[in-house]
Nanobody, 124 residues
Framework: VQLQASGGGLVQAGGSLRLSCAAS????????VGWFRQAPGKEREFVAA????????YYADSVKGRFTISRDNAKNTVYLQMNSLKPEDTAVYYC??????????????????WGQGTLVTVSS
């Protein structure tokens, strides 16, 4: 499966953005998907994840209550709605996918397929 992340940009603190992760391949609906981010000089970190059916969602504590992950399997797309953005949310955001990630949704090594990243910049 090939992933294409989009929707990043420059936004003021308190603003919103919606990221999209579009996938090729007919079996995308069987893949768990995660969003990760990497700020300058920092390691890549888990942001949110969604199970293949959309029935389970998971969030890092730092974004819980502000970000919402969802998916539309008919459109082969996963979304990350980001509200109440803070300067510390500034990073390159990556989507990733794999089958049967399950409870390891937070682990980078569990995902074999990665998008190219989209830059989110939040100004204060």
């Amino acid at each position: 499966v090939q992933l294409q992340a989009s929707g990043g940009g420059l936004v003021q603190a308190g603003g919103s953005l919606r990221l999209s992760c579009a996938a090729s391949g007919r079996t995308f609906s069987s893949y768990d998907v995660g969003w990760f981010r990497q700020a300058p000089g920092k390691e890549r970190e888990f942001v949110a994840a969604i199970s293949w059916s959309g029935g389970n969602t998971y969030y890092a504590d730092s974004v819980k209550g502000r970000f919402t992950i969802s998916r539309d399997n008919a459109k082969n797309t996963v979304y990350l709605q980001m509200n109440s953005l803070k300067p510390e949310d500034t990073a390159v955001y990556y989507c990733a996918a794999d089958k049967a990630v399950g409870s390891w949704y937070w682990a980078i090594v569990e995902y074999d397929y990665w998008g190219q990243g989209t830059l989110v910049t939040v100004s204060s």
